[in-house]
T-cell receptor, first 112, second 114 residues
Framework: NAGVTQTPKFQVLKTGQSMTLQCAQD?????MSWYRQDPGMGLRLIHY???????DQGEVPNGYNVSRSTTEDFPLRLLSAAPSQTSVYFC???????????FGPGTRLTVT | GESVGLHLPTLSVQEGDNSIINCAYS??????FIWYKQESGKGPQFIID?????DKRQGQRVTVLLNKTVKHLSLQIAATQPGDSAVYFC?????????????FGQGTRLTINP
């Protein structure tokens, strides 16, 4: 069981570039979510999904897109990167809402 | 609005002592609360959780207390060890149409002194 995996671990983008952060889990969890963590702050919810084909916005969704075509994968797309999106991004999954969330190791993104 | 905050951003304790980390939450509809531990360069790691129908839950060396009257959550760590040094986050689950919206606090950095 690999748990929740994220790629890449580090990424540097120029302003305006686009990219996709990958997230996968092998626990057959229905619920997956993306968070960003900025220095000195807790995690803030970007988008979440309660199952394949279903996604919804979290607290800070602007500038990000998600899709959930399979139970295992939940990629996060940055459409046009901005310096304000410099952050550490965590993906998480859980059996269902209201159950323990398992977090991936994170992707550290820098936008210059 | 929804917010989860911590009373102390940093906490230093002597190895072997007990530590208490506090958290205030604001949403009375929150039904589930979690404490996470985050070590440098890693993702948050689940420590213990508690549902809103309970006021105390114990794990191995950790206890979570929930006071719904004053919307207060605390994490007690017994006999702290050097490996307990980390940032600790509380989070509240706000029910949103059957989904899960976790609202995290700012975090408390716990340092264990030898």
């Amino acid at each position: 069981n690999a748990g929740v995996t994220q790629t890449p671990k580090f990424q540097v983008l120029k302003t305006g570039q686009s990219m996709t952060l990958q997230c996968a889990q092998d626990m057959n969890h229905e619920y997956m979510s993306w968070y960003r963590q900025d220095p000195g702050m807790g995690l803030r919810l970007i988008h979440y999904s309660v199952g394949a084909g279903i996604t919804d916005q979290g607290e800070v969704p602007n500038g990000y897109n998600v899709s959930r075509s399979t139970t295992e994968d939940f990629p996060l797309r940055l459409l046009s990167a901005a310096p304000s999106q410099t952050s550490v991004y965590f993906c998480a999954s859980s059996y269902a809402p209201g159950y323990e969330q398992y977090f991936g190791p994170g992707t550290r993104l820098t936008v210059t | 609005g929804e917010s989860v905050g911590l009373h102390l951003p940093t906490l230093s304790v002597q190895e072997g002592d007990n530590s208490i980390i506090n958290c205030a939450y604001s949403n009375s509809a929150s039904d589930y609360f979690i404490w996470y531990k985050q070590e440098s360069g890693k993702g948050p790691q689940f420590i213990i959780d508690i549902r809103s129908n309970m006021d105390k839950r114990q794990g191995q060396r950790v206890t979570v207390l929930l006071n719904k009257t004053v919307k207060h959550l605390s994490l007690q760590i017994a006999a702290t060890q050097p490996g307990d040094s980390a940032v600790y986050f509380c989070a509240e689950n706000v029910p949103v149409q059957g989904a899960q919206k976790l609202v995290f606090g700012q975090g408390t950095r716990l340092t264990i002194n030898p």
